[in-house]
């Protein structure tokens, strides 16, 4: 499994707990946008960055994050190059 794989997988599965969603609905929705179409606010956000944290055990740039992950294929992105990177 390369590290966009992995990333999807746990972006998936982080993001359909918090909002109680079948897996199967968020993977098909990775286009979807975060605040958008699924309703997070700034508390749900900084939630997610700190599930995504612990999961890859790094720091995330709140700011960066926050402004560059608008749609889950975003935040994927994101992640994965600074795993790249790592």
Do not use: C, W
Not at 62 to 74: D, G, H, P
């Amino acid at each position: 499994m390369n590290n966009r794989e992995q990333v999807v997988e746990v972006f998936v599965d982080v993001i359909a707990n918090m909002l109680s969603k079948p897996k199967e609905e968020i993977a098909s929705s990775l286009d979807a946008k975060l605040k958008e179409d699924f309703h997070m606010d700034s508390v749900g956000l900084y939630a997610l960055i700190g599930m995504i944290e612990g999961k890859f055990d790094f720091d995330l740039d709140y700011a960066k994050f926050l402004e560059n992950a608008t749609t889950i294929n975003n935040g994927i992105d994101l992640i994965t190059e600074i795993l790249s990177v790592k």
